[in-house]
């Protein structure tokens, strides 16, 4: 609804009139919206429901679909500015304009096997779910531009995102079992917190457990959660048109990591564009993994699993993740591949690409004379992340080669060795899957594995853990300490104490979390001999790795919601900290007398 002052010819009391008029129009379409929404999900959640209430509810989604499109209508007739009215509307209108368009299709060319009803009954509730998730959206964004705590909107958002996927995971649909009910609220809980926050746990086997629908609701989830709530809003605001609020703006710099605000709509739409072409590049590298199945179950396979290595989710369709498939090339090339662009993070990427141009603009201009004579750098952020991570992929191969090539791998070949090492020195970071089987590890690799989870992937990407930044500042700030330098200097750049405090403290709530999910599983489950298994399992569930030395399952279901809280915290914890502390805190115009205490 427009706020913009009424043009000269027209009244101001004839304006308010409209304006009340809209309102009373938009607060009826959210009315039906919500109606819309409930009337589906009671449709869909379960087959011999749906087959009762296609008729009355086939009818319920054209009428509401037309209320829409009717208030719609009105809402532009009543606008003070048709022009302010179609852009801030655009989205919604977009939308109707699609169901209208696929309803008058239908109705001239038919509707293939389900009928010109079945196939307009599926559009209209498709237009409406997209209409909600676009309203959602929206709310997100003003919630996050009305100057509100930066850290509760975050877990808020994420909490909802959790919530929607327990309530959609628990419809009879959702199960691949026919007959049996819906899913029991722990599993729907444990699974959607762990697709939320991309870890990978689970309970129950994902390819034989879950329906289509049930595996679409993870895809949905993991993707979202991937990608993080603000960015996709902040994605919604380019797509529509719309401006981004300075409180927005400052809040989603924070998110990804980056200080250059002015470029933040620039690096949103590379990150969608980038996200897409890297998924859809993903899946269709993936595409011969499975010969054997029909062409559109191969697509979903592919789909569904480079988007959750892409998001470093870590959700596998076969109940060995890719075990089976560990000599394949796709295996050692293609998924380290999309698991490793997804957890370099999306501003250190934008950053690697803008030197990666700038080089080679000026290599194809050599010999001009208008070549310039200065350097791009690559950002401290950025050099950090690639030094860091080719350190931890080169250690993690070596040292998981070093440990398991005379044990658990002592059958292969050296190139599977290699292969092996190489994939499980990727997954162990954030991603959660496994071409061997975990639970046959050596003592001392499931240490080394814990090690290699806790630092994660890296700032303002998909992946979790202290992340990479902090683990390396932490190294720097030691190594400061030893040189006798009260600064950590960085390539001719002095690294402000603020950041590296924050470093720190993040390293220091990863250990403290780690440690008291792992005290609280032992005490539950009283299993002394199990401790390392557990210590892992904690650590998995912090870094948001997903790979697992045991049975999750097996655990009491204590335990199991203790890992539910803990997947949560190591989601949002990291960033709302981040998020919380990076406003300007005041210091204080006093200092007390400085007191000196014994450290040992």
């Known amino acids: ?255 990804l990591e980056t200080e250059n605000t002015g470029a933040l709509r620039k690096l949103m739409t ?29 697509a979903f396979h592919s789909l569904f699993h480079s988007v959750s290595a892409f998001c470093n989710a870590g959700f596998a369709l076969m109940p060995d993740s890719f075990s089976s498939m560990q000599t394949r090339w796709q295996i050692w090339a293609a998924v380290p591949a999309l698991i490793i662009v997804g957890g370099l993070g999306f501003a250190a990427m934008a950053d690697l690409g803008r030197v990666f141009r700038w080089r080679i603009t000026n290599r194809t201009r050599a010999g001009s004379v208008n070549v310039p004579h200065g350097r791009m750098r690559l950002g401290n952020t950025s050099w950090l992340v690639g030094v860091t991570t080719l350190g931890l992929l080169a250690w993690g191969t070596c040292g998981f080669y070093l440990l398991e090539s005379a044990a658990l791998m002592q059958d292969l070949t050296v190139a599977e060795q290699a292969s092996a090492s190489w994939f499980q020195s990727v997954t162990f970071r954030t991603a959660g899957f496994n071409t061997v089987d975990l639970a046959d590890l050596q003592p001392g690799t499931k240490f080394f594995g814990i090690m290699m989870m806790f630092v994660g992937a890296s700032p303002g990407s998909t992946g979790g853990g202290i992340k990479t930044v902090s683990f390396a500042l932490s190294i720097l700030a030691v190594v400061a300490l030893l040189r006798g330098r009260e600064q950590i200097e960085l390539r001719g750049r002095t690294i402000p104490q603020s950041i590296v405090k924050r470093s720190l403290m993040i390293v220091a709530m990863g250990i403290f979390c780690v440690l008291t999910t792992t005290l609280l599983i032992v005490v539950i489950e009283n299993q002394p001999e199990y401790f390392l298994d557990h210590l892992f399992e904690a650590t998995s569930a912090f870094a948001t790795v997903g790979v697992s030395t045991i049975d999750t399952a097996s655990l009491r279901i204590p335990s199991q919601f203790v890992i539910i809280l803990t997947m949560f915290v190591g989601r949002v914890g990291p960033l709302t900290l981040i998020v919380g502390l990076a406003g300007s805190g005041d210091n204080g115009r006093y200092s007390y007398p400085e007191e000196r205490v014994m450290l040992g």
Request: glycine share 10%; net charge positive; proline share 4%.
């Open 1 to 255: 609804m427009s706020t913009e002052i009424p043009p000269p010819n027209i009244p101001l009391a004839v304006a308010r009139q409209r304006i009340r008029r809209s309102s009373r129009v938009l607060a009826a379409e959210r009315v039906m919206q919500v109606v819309g929404v409930v009337s589906i999900v009671l449709h869909r959640s379960s087959r011999q429901w749906e087959s009762m209430t296609d008729l009355p509810l086939g009818i319920a989604t054209l009428v509401i679909m037309s209320v829409f499109a009717v208030g719609l209508g009105l809402r532009y007739y009543w606008a003070v500015s048709h022009k302010s009215f179609v852009a801030e509307n655009r989205v919604s209108l977009g939308v109707v304009g699609l169901w209208f368009l696929g309803v008058l299709i239908t109705l001239i060319f038919g509707g293939g096997s389900e009928g010109r009803f079945g196939t307009i009954n599926n559009i209209s509730e498709a237009a409406i779910f997209l209409r909600t998730g676009v309203g959602f959206v929206i709310l997100v964004r003003w919630i996050s531009s009305g100057g509100r705590n930066p850290a509760f909107i975050l877990v808020a958002s994420f909490l909802v995102l959790v919530a929607v996927g327990t309530i959609l995971l628990m419809l009879p649909r959702a199960r691949a079992e026919v007959g049996q009910g819906g899913a029991p609220f722990h599993v729907a809980l444990f699974t959607a917190t762990s697709a939320s926050c991309v870890t990978g746990l689970i309970l129950v086997d994902t390819g034989t457990y879950w329906s289509a629908t049930g595996q679409t609701i993870i895809l949905c989830l993991f993707q979202i959660g991937g990608l993080g709530i603000m960015t996709c809003g902040s994605l919604f605001a380019l797509v529509s048109a719309r401006r981004m609020q300075v409180r927005e703006t400052a809040f989603l710099a924070d998110m």
């Open 270 to 298: 590379s990150i969608v564009l980038f996200t897409a072409t890297a998924e859809l590049i993903g899946a269709a590298s993936l595409w011969g993994l499975w010969p054997e199945l029909p062409w559109h179950e191969r």
